[in-house]
Nanobody, 123 residues
Framework: VQLQASGGGVVQAGGSLRLSCAAS????????MGWFRQAPGKEREFVAG????????YYADSVKGRFIISRDNAKNTVALQMNSLQVEDTAVYYC?????????????????WGQGTQVTVSS
């Protein structure tokens, strides 16, 4: 199984970025997908998640209304559209896959992880 995250970069506060994660080696629609992030010196935290067949996303309070998660089961991809970025959003962002229908906000519920992509928001 491979999860390849991309789309990170440097953006000014108030700007937008779109992260993408391409999955291979798994039956994609049977996995819930999540985005987590980890800032230096902090624990990895849940950002957003989406179940295998659902179009509704689940979000951390800190990103609700600014970020949108979506998936394309035909292309085995999951995306995170990040708008109105804040300096506090600076972190390494990881995509992860969790077998089953539940969307979990705990990292240990996820079976597979991507390599991470750096997002830096400047003031």
């Amino acid at each position: 199984v491979q999860l390849q995250a991309s789309g990170g970069g440097v953006v000014q506060a108030g700007g937008s970025l779109r992260l993408s994660c391409a999955a291979s080696g798994l039956t994609f629609s049977t996995y819930a997908m999540g985005w987590f992030r980890q800032a230096p010196g902090k624990e990895r935290e849940f950002v957003a998640g989406i179940s295998g067949s659902d179009t509704s996303g689940y979000y951390a309070d800190s990103v609700k209304g600014r970020f949108i998660i979506s998936r394309d089961n035909a292309k085995n991809t999951v995306a995170l559209q990040m708008n109105s970025l804040q300096v506090e959003d600076t972190a390494v962002y990881y995509c992860a896959a969790s077998y089953g229908t539940g969307v979990w906000n705990r990292p240990n519920e996820y079976n597979y992880w991507g390599q991470g992509t750096q997002v830096t928001v400047s003031s």
